[in-house]
């Protein structure tokens, strides 16, 4: 079943996901790129109206269609795929900004299923650090950090923290982790 080889890496914004994502690509696993940052430089450069300060609502549904995509392409890679963010971090997105979550978003995350196991990068302040697309405060992203493992744990998800290392130490903790 595929799911169980889909492992998403998950957390507040500027934890290290995306770093160690790079790390794994590098070792030759299949990954999946996190959608808000895509979303955001594509949104940018056409001067788009679904960036999250302009709307949010917007923003998450172009985060759904990401994911679900991501998801369906990752069936062709052999092996494990780790995946930058996954469907319910669309969910934990709505529950931040204060917007409700429709039921399609729901019954996506309820459909497009990933390894029970999923890590999370803890908010990390040493390493945190806001930039043109990641502008939440560090207080905003340890807030995010903590909704992802509600909503991951809510959908029957087992949230594992990542110990906040270098990120080689992180890389062998999540190959372990997954069994690899």
């Known amino acids: 079943m595929d799911a169980e080889r889909f492992f998403v890496i998950t957390g507040g ?3 290290g996901k995306s770093t160690l994502i790079d790390m794994l690509r590098a070792r030759n696993f299949s990954t999946a790129p996190e959608a808000g940052r895509g979303i955001i430089r594509a949104q940018r450069a056409v001067e788009g109206p679904a960036l999250p300060w302009r709307d949010p609502a917007l923003f998450a549904e172009l985060m759904l269609s990401w994911e679900m995509r991501s998801h369906a392409a990752a069936r062709e890679a052999p ?3 780790f995946f930058d963010r996954g469907v319910p971090d669309t ?49 905003e992203a340890e807030r995010t950090c903590a909704v992802m493992v509600d909503v991951y744990a809510e959908l029957g998800y087992e949230p594992v923290a990542l110990p906040c290392v270098p990120v080689d130490e992180r890389l062998r903790f999540v190959l372990s982790g997954a069994g690899l």
Request: proline content about 11%; overall charge positive; cysteine-free.
């Open 79 to 81: 092996g494990p795929v």
């Open 13 to 15: 914004p500027g934890s």
């Open 91 to 139: 969910i934990g997105y709505l529950r931040l900004v204060g917007l409700p979550v429709p039921a399609h978003m729901m019954r996506a995350a309820e459909t497009v299923r990933y390894n029970r196991r999923v890590f999370v990068a803890p908010f990390w302040p040493q390493i945190f650090r806001q930039d043109a697309e990641r502008r939440q405060t560090a207080q």
